[in-house]
């Protein structure tokens, strides 16, 4: 019975505790700028180098990967969604600045706010390999419209 | 005839989802755990279908095969609601719709932490038929599915459900841990179980090709759940509780196939179970919709 009580206060606890975690962060207004969340990666993360950036399967890999999980908000080539609701796109300069350990961080823990969600149901080498791709999209010029 | 109907449902299903394949394709990720939940969220906009069976050993009854459709859509990247619709054929009795819920998935931290938590809150309107297992809580037993449909049915719930969903992804480990907590609406205790999974990809990178049959497609893992008792008798005594190896197959077309055998853990278990589903997820289901009633 004592096990059932302390069972049942925690669970009560923990739950008001995580719905007013949930209410705070929730409640600030989302920034203007699409990129903004480049910038609110920790340094650590955001220095964090890209163990695949050499791997000659790793933009293959990582194109496969946008195809199947990406393009519907960022478009088949990165140009963005097709209305402000969708992703960003991602032949910008900020994405080409922006370093792997950047992307990569953003990509585990998306930008819920927004509507991005957290892709750190894929694993860890799967995210690096989208990296590099996205890294690749950015470095080329932006395809005319039209080329979906 | 119960079975001839059954099956007919089945194909009509299977039918209605091949022909939406092709206006929506894209492809999912979704976890191999049938009882168990992550704490991941239904993509933004995305509608996941799914179509689940649970065959179950039944001792002192009628062995029986429980099915539910599942409608998973992604409201925003915090918030997932999905639709159930439950029936079942018992073997020598009847087919019969057993009841509908409406669940609802919140979660709260807005990044990745050490621990990943996920609010649950469901509303359940089955009968006494009801059969799918989708979990298990207080004091249920094998015992309780033994009556036949007519009698069964006439006991009719209306229960509130909670979950409070911990999870976490680790170099490719995905741990679960989910803590039940049931009220039937109709003035009885508050119910408790859980229901724990680990899982891993059977590759960690992706290939370079575009295939079917690539490991990394592949995700296995374990789920174990269970009842926990009441707030009057809290604890595992006349409580069932059950093991179950769980296989999930990620196809680029979208489409996923999950297959489960789980095992009764003691003798107020049923023996053993057999569940297999199908899924299929319909990226930008969303902005179609809003686009038909003139949205952007």
């Known amino acids: ?148 | 005839m119960a079975g001839l109907s059954s099956r007919g449902s089945g194909l009509a299903v299977l039918a209605v989802l091949v022909v939406a394949t092709l206006a929506f394709p894209a492809q999912a990720q979704e976890s191999p755990y049938i009882v168990t939940y992550d704490h991941y969220m239904e993509e933004p906009g995305s509608l996941d279908v799914e179509y689940f069976s649970t065959f179950g050993t039944q001792r002192g009854g009628n062995d029986f095969h429980a099915f539910w459709m599942e409608f998973e859509y992604g409201a925003n990247a915090w918030w997932t609601t999905e639709f159930y619709l439950d029936g079942q054929t018992t073997v020598g009795d009847s087919t019969i719709f057993t009841g509908f819920r409406w669940e609802n998935r919140f979660r709260l931290l807005k990044h990745e932490h050490f621990i990943n938590p996920v609010l649950y809150v469901e509303y359940e309107n089955t009968s006494g038929a009801d059969k799918i297992l989708k979990e298990v809580e207080g004091h249920d037993v094998e015992e309780d599915y033994s009556d036949p449909n007519s009698v069964a049915r006439q006991d009719h719930g209306h229960e509130l459900e909670t979950k409070l969903i911990l999870s976490k992804t680790f170099k490719g480990w995905n741990i679960a841990e989910n803590t039940i907590a049931t009220k039937n609406l109709s003035n009885e205790p508050w119910e408790f179980g859980y229901a724990i999974g680990a899982s891993r990809p059977l590759a960690l990178k992706a290939s370079a090709n575009r295939c079917s049959l690539c490991r990394e497609n592949f995700i296995a893992g374990l789920e174990m759940y269970g009842g926990l008792g009441d707030r009057y008798s809290f604890g595992l005594h006349d409580t069932s509780h059950y093991l179950a190896p769980v296989l999930a197959w990620n196809l680029p077309s979208n489409w996923t196939v999950r297959l489960s055998p789980g095992f009764g853990l003691n003798d107020n278990s049923h023996q053993f179970i057999l569940r297999w589903g199908l899924s299929h997820e319909f990226a930008g289901f969303g902005s179609a919709v809003a686009r038909i009633f003139g949205g952007h």
């Open chain 1, 1 to 148: 019975m004592l096990l059932m009580k302390i069972t049942s206060l925690s669970i009560s606890i923990t739950l008001i505790v995580l719905c007013a975690g949930l209410l705070a962060g929730y409640s600030t207004a989302a920034d203007a700028n699409p990129y903004g969340e480049l910038t609110k990666v920790p340094a650590k993360e955001s220095a964090r180098t890209n163990p695949l950036e050499h791997d000659p399967d790793a933009v293959a890999a990582g194109g496969k990967l946008y195809g199947l999980h990406c393009a519907e908000c960022h478009g088949a080539n990165g140009e963005g969604g097709k209305n402000k609701k969708k992703g960003p796109a991602l032949r910008v300069s900020e994405i080409h600045q922006a370093t792997p350990g950047t992307l990569f961080w953003l990509l585990t823990n998306g930008a819920v706010r927004r509507g991005m969600p957290v892709w750190s149901k894929l694993p860890e080498p799967q995210r690096w390999q989208i990296v590099t791709y996205v890294k690749s999209l950015a470095a080329s010029p932006t395809p005319a419209s039209g080329t979906r």
